[in-house]
């Protein structure tokens, strides 16, 4: 089966994730596509095939040459978001793209346009795969799923290209930020893996966010309005104040690259109590405590002239940048450096302003950054993928695997 024959298949099984079930996998349609690339697996004679009861398929492939070689690992995951169904998806292959605006869904006047999505003109000449305007597509991470498998095949059908040991993982519930927390390092067994799970050829990954939630009640104390001079405490505008105290331009909507910030999730509340909630990211760790420290140092200033108690923050870290796990063994990258030059792929290292399954694996042990899987567009109906980023994606794992073993 080759590789766009394997990613149709794989974008033809439902495995949306849930953030409501508290089970894992989120959802049963994730279990069936794991017991599906089980099979697939066992007929390709792949080794040491387990997958447990939460989803998790690991897979090997032996080493081909004798000499001691690191064990490396490629993974990706089965789920995609909860964000739009991936229900019946319905792929259309535009072949040879000319650089036109393509109807998606000529009912519902569904285009995907280089007006509003220009990267698409990158692809001029390529063959996409898109949607039928009504569900994502799913490349998201099926496409990482469809790459390590095929080139998992292009090394056993070309013995004369050696390699170490290889392991391939495939994770559940990725999108609903679970997929690394059930996730056996121990028994995976690599000294490194990379995540297929990045957009455009060339995305080489190692840098994300640190990561922190905060939530801060303020209590009010409520008067009759008739009657409420020095008496009322309105907790809403109390709130409001604690809000204005935080920097105006440090927001998602005015930073990019480097630059961290707060962002406001929530506030609810009346004169009696209100309920605010952050999220508060940056790369460097340093800045991410100092924001910490910050958001306590104002929630000091209201308690200090409302009363004691007035307001209260409770901060629970989430997440860290998984570069400081990175840097000691930063041959990976080289590694992968190298491998996307090789195959004519021009490496494009970039921050994620977000979380990854990688870091939280790295954290765990596993040193594990992340690569381009091809698609564009993620968790919606505009979401397409040259099938050609999709072979590039394939030939770096292939040439990961020789350069590993050539050192
Ligand atoms: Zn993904």
Redo the contacts with the bound molecule.
């Keep these: 089966m080759a590789l766009v024959e394997r990613f149709l298949k794989y974008v033809s099984f439902d495995t949306q994730s849930s953030e409501e079930t508290e089970v894992t996998p989120s959802t049963p349609g994730q279990m069936v596509f794991a017991r599906y690339l089980k099979e697939e697996l066992e007929s390709l004679g792949l080794e040491d095939i387990t997958l447990d009861e939460h989803g998790y398929l690991f897979a090997t492939l032996p080493a081909n040459i004798d000499k001691p070689v690191p064990s490396i690992g490629f993974i990706?995951?089965m789920d995609t978001?909860p964000d739009m169904s991936g229900k019946d998806v319905s792929p259309r292959i535009v072949q040879n793209y000319d650089g036109s605006d393509i109807v998606l869904c000529e009912e519902e006047k569904v285009v995907l346009s280089p007006e509003q999505f220009p990267e698409l003109l990158d692809h001029k000449g390529e063959d996409l795969i898109v949607t039928n305007g009504k569900t994502l597509l799913g490349a998201?991470?099926k496409a990482?799923i469809a790459e390590i498998v095929s080139a998992i095949v292009y090394l056993k059908e070309h013995p004369e290209i050696k390699h170490g040991k290889i392991r391939i993982g495939f994770n559940p519930d990725?999108?609903i930020g679970l997929g690394a927390h059930k996730f056996i390092v121990e028994k995976f067994g690599c000294d490194w893996a990379y995540?297929m799970?990045g957009g455009e050829a060339g995305e080489l990954e190692f840098e994300n966010f640190n990561a922190a939630s905060a939530k801060i009640t303020f209590k009010g104390r409520n008067v009759h309005p008739g009657y409420a001079k020095n008496k009322m405490i309105n907790s809403i505008r109390v709130a409001n104040r604690f809000c204005a105290m935080l920097p105006g331009h440090e927001t998602p909507e005015h930073t990019e690259g480097y630059e961290g910030f707060y962002h406001l999730i929530s506030f609810n509340g009346d004169v009696e109590q209100t309920t605010v909630a952050y999220i508060i990211r940056d790369h460097d760790r340093a800045r991410f405590e100092t924001r910490k420290k910050e958001m306590e140092q104002f929630v000091q200033k209201i308690n200090a002239e409302y009363g004691e108690g007035t307001a209260k923050l409770e901060l629970r870290d989430q997440y860290y940048n998984m570069r400081e796990k990175i840097e000691p063994v930063m041959h990976i990258i080289d590694t992968a450096f190298a491998a996307m030059e090789a195959v004519g792929v021009k490496p494009n290292v970039k921050p994620i302003r977000g979380g990854?399954?990688g870091a939280q694996l790295s954290f765990k042990g596993l040193p594990c950054p992340n690569i381009f899987?091809g698609g564009l567009n993620?968790h919606g109906r505009y979401e397409f993928i040259p099938i050609q980023n999709m072979e590039k994606a394939m030939n770096v794992i292939v040439k990961i695997a020789e350069l590993v073993a050539a050192k």
């Design positions: 990706a995951h978001s998201d991470d990482g990725e999108e995540t799970d990854t399954d899987a993620f």
